[in-house]
């Protein structure tokens, strides 16, 4: 099939060039042959693959025309897929040491050619891209939504420090997800999502409606200085298990269940009904539980405020927790990253990789009235209300 390809792709180059005439009167591009066969890996194993020559009869008298495949350039000596594979399998795990038996069991013990160095200069390759990556302009963006998480990592070299990476992922106006940040920080102090919001901004983007996040102050406290307009909604998943965490086991099922009816309910009115109703049940005999919960009360219900159809997207940080199960499975089968700059690099390319199965949110029509600053209640239009 690849042959068969290649010989069509010549012999329509040969035909856009019938008409050209050497000076003797013939066809001056014509075919010629084949070029001696080589060995091309792909996905389905090395494959022996001759190319059709192509002969310019008269490159003395103009500049000569030559033909380039787009199917198999010259120095091609990997398929598409497998260049794809590559870094798929090192991304999923597979570490340095290993790759070359790995792709012997794929490809068979006849692929020559792959080893760790591909890897090792694919990182590099991948470190290049990732600080072009940090420096993309978005004046030309607008996001309705992001997501702000911070995720801890071991590293190899530094054992006695947990490396904490910041992600930022944000909604477009037609409802794609789109990552906008991961970077280095202190933990996750104001001062380090300070300089991220900030930086940001510099490139050009636009503050958006809505920031979803955990308890972590020093979000909330970076975003008040950098954006200070924009509406704050705490993620029910962090606060559901930070409540557990303050009540024996035995009451966590029915506390569980009562938190529940607070953010599933349908209207503003019912949850409070039911928020009342999970301080009644367990304020006397779990206090701390209780306090945990409404300290932040008007921040869990900031939703209600919004599309009842992004509902299920702004609850919580799902869009990022879901994403770095992948990134945590990888850096536990490699027992970590050796450097810092390496877990960012990594962390990246995992999450960019994830990125193209991301869903689009529900409502997308809705996506720009919350962009004009439309009112909703309870998660309906006010004027269709």
Known sequence: ??????????????????????????????????????????????????????????????????????????????????DELIPWLYLKGISTGDFGEALQALLGPDAPGLSANVVVKLKDAWNEEFKAWGKRQFRNEEFVYVWADGVYFNIRLDPDDRQCVLVLIGATKSGKKVLLAVQDGFRESEQSWH???????????????????????????????????????????????????????????????????????ETKAEALKAWDTFVETFEAKYPKAVACLTKDRDELLTLYDFPAEHWKHIRSTNPIESTFATVRLRHNRTKGNGTREACLVMVFKLVQAAERTWRKLDGTELLMEVLRGTKFKDGILEEAA
């Open 1 to 82: 099939m690849l042959e068969e390809a290649l010989v069509a792709e010549v012999e329509q180059f040969v035909e856009t060039h019938r008409e050209l005439r050497s000076s003797d009167g013939k066809q001056r591009v014509v075919r010629n042959g084949y070029l001696p066969s080589r060995i091309v890996l792909t996905g389905a194993g090395p494959l022996e693959v001759r190319r059709p020559r192509v002969r310019d009869k008269a490159p003395g008298e103009e500049e000569p025309i030559k033909f380039t495949s787009k199917i198999l350039p010259p120095y091609l000596r990997r398929s598409q897929s497998l």
């Open 195 to 265: 300089e991220l919001l900030v930086d940001l901004k510099a490139r050009g983007m636009k503050p958006p409606r809505l920031a979803v996040g955990d308890g972590a102050l020093g979000f909330w406290a970076a975003l008040g200085k950098a954006w200070p307009k924009v509406r704050e909604q705490r993620c029910w998943v962090h606060k559901t298990a930070n409540v557990l965490d303050k009540l024996p086991k035995a009451a966590q099922p029915r506390a569980k269940k009562a938190i529940h009816q607070i953010y599933l309910a």
